[in-house]
């Protein structure tokens, strides 16, 4: 909803390797049209955002995925990746209990970096986020001035291909 706010003349598209996660989107946001993942690369797009996927991708297969990405997005397009942190200990630690997270092993920001070095995709921004629980919300005004501290429970990293 979003994206959609923000950018209202333009497609959104949703994809994902669980078929129910993409029928719980399209119940939940009719308006957002859905891809299945061995089509994605019929497009080609002008913002990709990958939110908390790339520690469920196998450490071998990482740079695949991302030069598939690469693939999609648009000249001028841009990348924004958004990940768990590592050095956030309690990050670690909610990841060690999910059920869903079992067996995944968390990407850092400087390991994320030269996945957008190696492929050329000049980083325009990046930072931690995510400082404060939902509890604390009043001071969640303050993060865009503590994205250099590393430990936020999340961090963001974007780029643009040139």
């Known amino acids: ?23 719980q989107l399209k119940n ?20 990709i955002f990958v939110a ?13 995925v991302f030069e598939n990405l690469v693939n ?6 841009v990348l ?4 768990h942190n590592p050095k956030n ?15 995944v092993k968390l990407i850092q920001l400087n390991e994320m ?6 492929n050329k995709i000049s980083i325009i921004d990046y930072g931690y986020t995510l400082f404060f629980p939902s509890f604390l919300n009043f001071f969640r005004k303050f993060e865009k001035y503590m994205k250099n501290i590393w430990y936020g429970g999340q961090y963001f990293i974007a780029g643009i291909k040139k």
Not at 93 to 98: E, I
């Open 28 to 47: 939940k946001h009719p308006n957002i049209n859905i891809l299945n993942i061995d089509d994605i690369n019929k497009y080609k797009f002008d913002l």
């Open 72 to 77: 999609i997005l648009n000249n001028n397009g």
């Open 113 to 118: 970096k030269e996945f957008f070095i190696e």
């Open 89 to 103: 200990f309690i990050t670690r630690n909610l990841v060690r209990k999910c059920p869903y997270d079992e067996g």
């Open 1 to 23: 909803p979003h994206l959609i706010k923000k950018y209202p003349n333009s497609k959104i598209y949703g994809t994902d390797t669980s078929v129910e996660s993409l029928k």
């Open 52 to 64: 908390g996927v790339f520690h469920h991708i196998e450490e071998d297969e990482r740079n695949q």
């Open 80 to 83: 924004i990746i958004f990940e």
